[in-house]
């Protein structure tokens, strides 16, 4: 087997993507640690994973990125928006928010979730990242995003990675569906970069009704921005107009019950309180640990979210029942 170091820049493909009995078109990986790979199968080599001392629980493989577009053919799909792997970049276009995703993930590592989870939300992270530096018009909006205000970017990539998390404890296994609520959840709060800094900079019991009003505004300042990207499903366009809603109907700025709240608004709306509350900001000096942001949830606010969804949160967070 040929170990290799982290010199060189890998992406995750599902095991799935493999059938048995046919020859690999690259040389397949196989993810021992944050920085050693091990080549499992060669270029040409036949996929015998039964034959193989194999880890049944990896459902993941790597390729180099250099020979993704080999793996997948002509064009690759990420979060049901298609691009064409020939001419996906090399270079980084959006650095900062790769450095972003690192930063969070440390965050999180500290919160207490399963490994496991954490690994592949941190899988559809990357991929996320793949399709903000190949499709201009979403690195653009992320690019303002960010040069507006670095917390903006920070809570965006947490609610992104805490979403995924939520998802996979309830079960969800799609990677397209992953991958859209991953790529709504970055972009929930897009509408913010049009708020002027007295209103994103002041505590929501400070601010006045009028002021409220404006704030509130975000989720459909965010609606009209992406409406005018053709590759933006209207999926992700739900979770930025309903990620204040809440299950008994108090949120804003519909006041829809939960039954009527699009499924990845739910989950996003969850994780959105979640990280406010166990990230350190401006308006939030002092962040819970997650232990006690659940019981914050739980007691002080009524556990007003998608019960599922908090559910999964708790599992996510204390493992599964021995």
Same mark, same amino acid.
């Given at each position: 087997?040929?170990?290799?170091?982290?010199?060189?820049?890998?992406?995750?493909?599902?095991?799935?993507?493999?059938?048995?009995?046919?020859?690999?078109?690259?040389?397949?990986?196989?993810?021992?640690?944050?920085?050693?790979?091990?080549?499992?199968?060669?270029?040409?080599?036949?996929?015998?994973?039964?034959?193989?001392?194999?880890?049944?629980?990896?459902?993941?493989?790597?390729?180099?990125?250099?020979?993704?577009?080999?793996?997948?053919?002509?064009?690759?799909?990420?979060?049901?928006?298609?691009?064409?792997?020939?001419?996906?970049?090399?270079?980084?276009?959006?650095?900062?928010?790769?450095?972003?995703?690192?930063?969070?993930?440390?965050?999180?590592?500290?919160?207490?979730?399963?490994?496991?989870?954490?690994?592949?939300?941190?899988?559809?992270?990357?991929?996320?990242?793949?399709?903000?530096?190949?499709?201009?018009?979403?690195?653009?909006?992320?690019?303002?995003?960010?040069?507006?205000?670095?917390?903006?970017?920070?809570?965006?990539?947490?609610?992104?990675?805490?979403?995924?998390?939520?998802?996979?404890?309830?079960?969800?296994?799609?990677?397209?569906?992953?991958?859209?609520?991953?790529?709504?959840?970055?972009?929930?709060?897009?509408?913010?970069?049009?708020?002027?800094?007295?209103?994103?900079?002041?505590?929501?019991?400070?601010?006045?009704?009028?002021?409220?009003?404006?704030?509130?505004?975000?989720?459909?300042?965010?609606?009209?921005?992406?409406?005018?990207?053709?590759?933006?499903?209207?999926?992700?366009?739900? *979770? $930025?107009? +309903?990620?204040?809603? %809440?299950?008994?109907?108090?949120?804003? =700025?519909?006041? @829809?019950?939960? !039954?009527? /709240?699009?499924?990845?608004?739910?989950?996003?709306?969850?994780?959105?309180?979640?990280?406010? *509350? $166990?990230? +350190?900001?401006?308006? %939030?000096?002092?962040?819970?640990?997650? =232990?006690?942001? @659940?019981?914050? !949830?739980? /007691?002080?606010?009524?556990?007003?979210?998608?019960?599922?969804?908090?559910?999964?949160?708790?599992?996510?967070?204390?493992?599964?029942?021995?």
């Amino acid at each position: 087997m040929d170990m290799k170091n982290d010199q060189e820049d890998y992406v995750a493909v599902s095991r799935d993507e493999f059938i048995v009995g046919t020859q690999v078109p690259v040389d397949i990986f196989l993810k021992l640690s944050e920085s050693k790979y091990v080549m499992i199968l060669k270029e040409g080599a036949i996929v015998r994973f039964d034959q193989m001392h194999f880890p049944e629980k990896a459902e993941w493989l790597y390729v180099r990125k250099t020979d993704y577009h080999k793996c997948v053919g002509q064009t690759l799909t990420v979060a049901g928006i298609v691009l064409d792997s020939d001419k996906i970049s090399q270079e980084k276009k959006t650095v900062f928010l790769s450095k972003a995703a690192d930063s969070i993930f440390k965050e999180i590592e500290h919160l207490g979730f399963d490994h496991q989870t954490l690994e592949h939300s941190k899988i559809v992270s990357k991929s996320i990242q793949t399709l903000v530096e190949n499709k201009p018009d979403i690195a653009a909006v992320i690019t303002m995003m960010s040069n507006l205000n670095d917390d903006l970017i920070r809570h965006s990539m947490m609610v992104s990675a805490i979403s995924v998390i939520i998802a996979r404890s309830m079960k969800w296994t799609l990677a397209q569906n992953l991958e859209k609520l991953a790529l709504g959840a970055l972009l929930h709060d897009v509408g913010m970069k049009e708020l002027p800094d007295e209103i994103l900079e002041m505590p929501r019991h400070a601010m006045t009704r009028d002021q409220a009003a404006v704030y509130e505004s975000h989720v459909y300042r965010g609606v009209e921005i992406l409406r005018s990207m053709p590759s933006i499903s209207d999926d992700i366009i739900a *979770i $930025v107009l +309903e990620h204040h809603e %809440n299950a008994p109907g108090q949120g804003y =700025p519909r006041r @829809l019950r939960d !039954i009527k /709240i699009n499924p990845f608004a739910r989950v996003v709306a969850l994780a959105d309180c979640f990280s406010e *509350i $166990v990230m +350190e900001s401006p308006n %939030n000096p002092h962040p819970k640990t997650a =232990p006690a942001a @659940l019981q914050f !949830i739980e /007691i002080a606010l009524g556990q007003p979210f998608h019960k599922p969804a908090f559910a999964a949160l708790k599992q996510a967070l204390q493992g599964p029942p021995r």
